[in-house]
């Protein structure tokens, strides 16, 4: 493999090393580097990048790779989370609760609102792999008050649950549109989702961009939405219990 290749691994976490495991084949290849970017796996002609944060580092990147390869991106959200908090000492202690937060399929939003538009492209697809882990903190005094004085270090994978494989927005807006009125605001698809405002407006915004949704007025100081015409899309499939299968 070649050197630039291994640089992709350097900073790679256990739950990143644990999906492109997950998602490895027979003679599949990995930490390539294709039209100058490094990739996680190589199935064929068939690109897998498993991403673990945002996306806007990847607006570059996928709309190159997908001139030339079909591209899955995999991006994991734990629908339960352990934070795990350990001391540098070998005698340290170490505790272990679950978090009270809890991740969704839409939290897929927040990341989409960099890429709105990839997901119309035909050689690309995503799949949301929901997921327990574990989140690895040591003490950082360089953290503000808000993060308590802890870093995160790790991050585990302790299991999957169900894989969702996307490839349209319209199989996203098919989930809430038996929920919405004729005209709603991003409270509405807030509420549609069971989500905070906040995911509301981001996919709204991610709808605007794909062509579903569009502007048709006013409530007060909140913008009204109507539908496209016809969106198009089945419902999003769930694959349990392992990704790729």
Known sequence: MPSSARIGELNERSLHRALKALYSAPGSLSEQLID?????????????????????????KLPRLLESHAVTLVHPIARDRFII??????????????????????????????????????????????IVEEDVRLPDPRRNRGRGGWST??????????????????????????GLPEEFTTADLAYAMQSPRRLGQQAAFCFREAGILQICGKAGNALRYRRCGLYGGDSVRAIKPMPGQ
Do not use: C, W
């Not at 100058?36 to 673990?52: A, K, S």
């Not at 679950?98 to 989409?112: A, E, R, T, Y």
């Open 36 to 60: 100058g970017y490094v990739v996680d796996v190589l199935i064929g002609q068939r690109i897998i990048e498993i991403h673990t944060g945002g996306f806007s580092g990847l607006k570059r």
């Open 153 to 178: 270090i790790d991050r585990r994978l302790v299991e999957v649950l169900e894989t969702h494989r996307i490839e349209s927005m319209g199989e996203l807006f098919a989930m809430l549109d038996a």
């Open 85 to 130: 908090k350990q001391v540098e000492q070998a005698d340290g202690g170490v505790t272990r609760r679950k978090s009270p937060k809890h991740g969704g399929l839409f939290s897929i939003f927040s990341g989409l609102t960099s890429i709105p538009k990839l997901l119309a492209h035909p050689n690309f697809a995503l799949e949301v792999v929901m």
